[in-house]
């Protein structure tokens, strides 16, 4: 999807929501057991509920990676089950030399079809590239994250700045606007100003509220633009709404919610 | 594997060569695609051929995810033949913040039952301590890399040091000797001595040598200890030494003359 449509997109729903399908197999509701699948079927049921509030869905692919071929089944499925209009994120944060990125780009954008990939920086230029040659498609890069291990490395001075800045600039003059965004963790509110100063243009992806305690209205009018240009992950705190029979009920009110906050930000 | 049987196989065949199995399905032999999984056949045949001369197996999973499911079966199949006695590294760099880098140490050290996986650092300690809570499994941290994209990041000032140098002595204090090595990449061979500064006792997983035109004898003067604590990896160099009907045999050559190169540091 292009940044055109997914602005369009954004827009006609006047929401920047992302739905996380963190898909935890010990979390989800014990009646699903009975069908075959029971991962895709709580996806699917998810979606249906959750896709009138949501420009995005982002598969954290370790909950299926961690189930074996049965979890890479359950993701095909459920990125088949996507609707089209709707924006789709492998939250992989792969990373290696290029001619392994390369394949790393081959899975989620060809034989997975994704429109994004999440990336890890560290390995610099050449771990980054081959995720930027595919047309409409998009490399989401490590930013700031809203963990603790944040403080690690990544609010660690580098040079003149802290290395998450010279993250955000060396990585934004590898790409454009059209094929790079970055994850900024929301729950580091004082930081989202400053990146902001740095790349104003960019897509973020911004998880942390809901869960993680972020706050919405301080990330709405500290990070959107006149294109909006941000995507707010919730995952837990709207897939695990409920765990009964009525989950998907609980779900869609969930994302409701969320839809209901960002409503105010669209003029 | 413990550290021990580790430091016990390496002594016993006079070799730190690990063998990265970075099965390209676009350069395997031709004759391979009449039999029903050619990625695993060719990978049985270099392990047969390659297995006296070897300690460790690198398995690159971006060359087996981008092909889909019939890619983890191939890669599931390559595991289990690797003999018990030599370590297995999933190479596979994965990074997330802690309840996801559960799902991915799950899906190496238990789903599929790798000794170890390679881990990049920039998400901090709640991304890599997952990794550590395993008996007998291996985190092996990204500290400096031997791509171009090295300078990007790693190479750059940070604090009183480099980045990577951070790197090394942050996340050597999470873990210890027993559970955690470090990606240094051979070709930046001025970095080695400076690098067992900081990290004396710790193994580290030394690409470079071979196709990327490292050095083995400054890499085995410079980076080995009383324990050995090194793996060198050659991929390409050996499991692509030849693509005809008889590429077994000239990995078993090429391995072999890796292997002798190794043999007079071994007293």
Not at 65 to 78: C, D, P, V
Not at 98 to 108: H, I, L, S, V, W
Not at 146 to 159: A, E, M, V, Y
Not at 196 to 219: C, E, K, N, S, Y
Request: glycine share 8%; hydrophobic share 40%.
């Amino acid at each position: 999807m292009n940044r055109q449509t997914l602005i369009e997109q954004i827009r006609k729903k006047k929401s920047f929501l992302c739905v996380g399908l963190d898909t935890d197999i010990t979390k989800i509701p014990t009646h699903l057991f009975a069908t075959d699948d029971p991962v895709f079927e709580f996806n699917k049921a998810i979606i249906d509920a959750t896709k009138d509030h949501t420009v995005a869905y982002k598969i954290n692919t370790a909950f299926y990676e961690a189930q074996g071929l049965k979890g890479w089944i359950s993701m095909g499925k459920t990125l088949d089950y996507i609707p089209k209009d709707i924006f789709t994120i492998a939250d992989a944060k792969r990373g290696d030399i290029g001619n392994t990125a390369e394949q790393y780009a081959k899975t989620f954008f060809d034989t997975y079809p994704y429109d994004s990939v999440t990336v890890a920086p560290y390995m610099g230029k050449d771990s980054v590239e081959p995720f930027l040659q595919f047309p409409n498609k998009w490399a989401i890069v490590l930013g700031l994250t809203s963990n603790k291990g944040s403080h690690d490395f990544q609010l660690q001075p580098s040079g003149d700045g802290l290395l998450y800045e010279k993250v955000l600039t060396t990585v934004a003059s590898w790409g454009s606007v059209d094929n790079t965004m970055f994850v900024i963790g929301a729950t580091q509110k004082d930081q989202l100003e400053r990146v902001r100063q740095l790349i104003p243009d960019h897509f973020l992806l911004i998880p942390g509220v809901g869960a993680q305690g972020g706050d919405m209205d301080t990330v709405a009018k500290t990070a959107m633009n006149k294109d909006v240009s941000i995507l707010v992950n919730v995952s837990r705190a709207i897939i695990f709404a409920g765990n009964g029979m009525e989950f998907a009920e609980q779900a869609a009110k969930a994302a409701a919610g969320y839809g209901a906050q960002m409503k105010p930000y669209f003029k």
